[in-house]
């Protein structure tokens, strides 16, 4: 019988999944990759396996009240039919706050997962989601290891000044600094980039990670030293619905002239700013893409976004002394063949310079030239966590052993 991980990505409507073989010493071997969407709503279920084939489908309506704890009770159950070939031994989630206690991946128990919940305020549109399948396995299946993966950790490696406002000293002690997140991602294109160059993996790289959340980092030999993140997943670039940079007076005017409660304030930067809240018809870059040439709003949310990145690439650039290589991954980096082409377009004074063709392609390489290179390169999240789950769970029980 082969010892499966199960990978978990919560969303506030969602469950994603992924079932990795671990065979001793080899990498993590994906088999089964699913989710639940729609929850507390119509849900849909939908399990494939690696050659694409549907494993299992399933459909609820609303009067079946079917939420996060029914899927994950449905997919305990799902599983339970294969437990003669595979046996669960451990979940590892994705938790977006680590905070400043956490600056690896964890094994949760009590105190730990009290201490993850202290964080929620700091990543509300993420946190809470991210600790809900943890408690509730915690209370249907006791015994299941559960290792919490950070987006925050991977940026652990940047200096103090790099993660430093400019607030009084005992802002700091209280916690109020940079963290940075999507380290996960960041942490696969780190892990992969020799695989394509090199020259790359000991060079200095931005990554742009552009999907409904969007930030850059900084890789110096693959190690991160700046990030487009801060305190919370509100800094840095305008997203799907998330406003990214502001000048913090902005929020003193809400709060004091528009008399916006916190929580409305709040609500609006993350949930009705970015490219919805600038384009008023969509957080969607596909949509706002075929409305691009009629509507002027959506081709204005466009442009921000591609100046806010560029923006924000000089400032990475500043940050690591030059540039050898841009990599776009996310929902929007792979996909999107205009919004890099419009990038690289506005970098052509660092030398760097459009494959048009294999843009169109998707890469991997689609830079022409003997200047900086740029890259299109899948991310994946859910084998960091796989990875990061099972070498906790091997040092958990050497621990144990000794
Ligand atoms: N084919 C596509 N073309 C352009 N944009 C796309 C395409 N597919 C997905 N996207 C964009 O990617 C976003 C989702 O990115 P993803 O990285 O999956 O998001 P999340 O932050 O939820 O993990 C969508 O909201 C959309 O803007
Ligand atoms: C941290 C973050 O913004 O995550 P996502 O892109 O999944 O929303
Ligand atoms: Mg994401």
């Given at each position: 019988m082969t010892p499966v991980l199960i990978v978990l990505n919560a969303g506030s409507s969602s469950l994603k999944f992924q079932v990795f073989d671990v065979l001793d010493g080899a990498e993590p071997r994906l088999v089964w990759k699913g989710l639940y969407e729609g929850l507390g709503e119509t849900a849909h279920f939908l399990v494939k396996d690696t050659g694409g084939s549907v494993l299992g489908e399933m459909t609820w309506s609303s009067?079946?009240?079917?939420g996060h704890e029914e899927a994950l009770m449905h997919l305990v159950s799902w599983l339970s039919q294969f437990r003669e070939e595979r046996k669960p031994m451990a979940i590892g989630h994705r938790v977006v706050h680590g905070g400043a206690a956490f600056s690896s991946p964890v094994l949760v128990d009590e105190s730990v997962l009290q201490s993850l919940e202290a964080l929620v305020p700091l990543a509300p549109l993420h946190q809470p989601h991210n600790l809900e399948p943890i408690r509730i396995v915690r209370r249907r299946l006791p015994g299941m290891p559960q290792v919490a993966c950070f987006d925050t950790a991977f940026h652990q490696s940047q200096s103090d000044i790099a993660t430093m406002?400019?607030?009084?000293r005992d802002m700091r002690e209280r916690g109020v600094r940079r963290y940075g997140f999507h380290g996960l991602s960041y942490d696969y294109i780190a892990s992969v980039l020799k695989h394509y160059d090199p020259h790359l993996a000991k060079g200095r790289v931005i990554v742009a990670h552009l999907g409904n959340g969007a930030s850059l980092c900084a890789l110096k030999a693959g190690v991160s030293?700046?990030?487009?993140?801060?305190?919370?997943?509100?800094?840095?670039l305008p997203m799907g619905t998330r406003c990214g940079a502001v000048d913090a007076g902005v929020i003193f005017y809400m709060l004091r002239?528009?008399?916006?409660t916190p929580e409305e304030a709040e609500r609006m930067l993350y949930t009705k700013s970015g490219l919805l809240g600038v384009s008023g018809i969509s957080n969607d870059m596909r949509v706002l893409r075929s409305k691009a040439a009629s509507e002027v709003d959506a081709r204005r949310a466009i442009d921000l976004f591609v100046y806010r990145i560029l923006r924000e690439i000089g400032s990475l650039m500043a940050a690591l002394g030059g540039i050898d290589g841009l990599v776009f991954t996310g929902g929007i980096g792979e996909n999107d063949v205009a919004t890099r082409a419009e990038v690289i377009a506005g970098l052509a004074w660092v030398g760097l310079a459009l494959d048009e063709a294999a843009n169109r392609a998707g890469g991997p390489r689609i830079s022409a030239g003997s200047g900086p290179t740029a890259w299109v390169i899948p991310t994946n999240e859910e084998l960091v966590i796989a990875r990061q789950t099972r070498s906790v769970l091997g040092a958990t029980q050497a621990r144990l052993a000794s």
């Amino acid at each position: 019988m082969t010892p499966v991980l199960i990978v978990l990505n919560a969303g506030s409507s969602s469950l994603k999944f992924q079932v990795f073989d671990v065979l001793d010493g080899a990498e993590p071997r994906l088999v089964w990759k699913g989710l639940y969407e729609g929850l507390g709503e119509t849900a849909h279920f939908l399990v494939k396996d690696t050659g694409g084939s549907v494993l299992g489908e399933m459909t609820w309506s609303s009067d079946d009240r079917f939420g996060h704890e029914e899927a994950l009770m449905h997919l305990v159950s799902w599983l339970s039919q294969f437990r003669e070939e595979r046996k669960p031994m451990a979940i590892g989630h994705r938790v977006v706050h680590g905070g400043a206690a956490f600056s690896s991946p964890v094994l949760v128990d009590e105190s730990v997962l009290q201490s993850l919940e202290a964080l929620v305020p700091l990543a509300p549109l993420h946190q809470p989601h991210n600790l809900e399948p943890i408690r509730i396995v915690r209370r249907r299946l006791p015994g299941m290891p559960q290792v919490a993966c950070f987006d925050t950790a991977f940026h652990q490696s940047q200096s103090d000044i790099a993660t430093m406002f400019a607030l009084p000293r005992d802002m700091r002690e209280r916690g109020v600094r940079r963290y940075g997140f999507h380290g996960l991602s960041y942490d696969y294109i780190a892990s992969v980039l020799k695989h394509y160059d090199p020259h790359l993996a000991k060079g200095r790289v931005i990554v742009a990670h552009l999907g409904n959340g969007a930030s850059l980092c900084a890789l110096k030999a693959g190690v991160s030293v700046a990030t487009t993140m801060g305190f919370s997943a509100l800094d840095g670039l305008p997203m799907g619905t998330r406003c990214g940079a502001v000048d913090a007076g902005v929020i003193f005017y809400m709060l004091r002239e528009m008399k916006l409660t916190p929580e409305e304030a709040e609500r609006m930067l993350y949930t009705k700013s970015g490219l919805l809240g600038v384009s008023g018809i969509s957080n969607d870059m596909r949509v706002l893409r075929s409305k691009a040439a009629s509507e002027v709003d959506a081709r204005r949310a466009i442009d921000l976004f591609v100046y806010r990145i560029l923006r924000e690439i000089g400032s990475l650039m500043a940050a690591l002394g030059g540039i050898d290589g841009l990599v776009f991954t996310g929902g929007i980096g792979e996909n999107d063949v205009a919004t890099r082409a419009e990038v690289i377009a506005g970098l052509a004074w660092v030398g760097l310079a459009l494959d048009e063709a294999a843009n169109r392609a998707g890469g991997p390489r689609i830079s022409a030239g003997s200047g900086p290179t740029a890259w299109v390169i899948p991310t994946n999240e859910e084998l960091v966590i796989a990875r990061q789950t099972r070498s906790v769970l091997g040092a958990t029980q050497a621990r144990l052993a000794s």
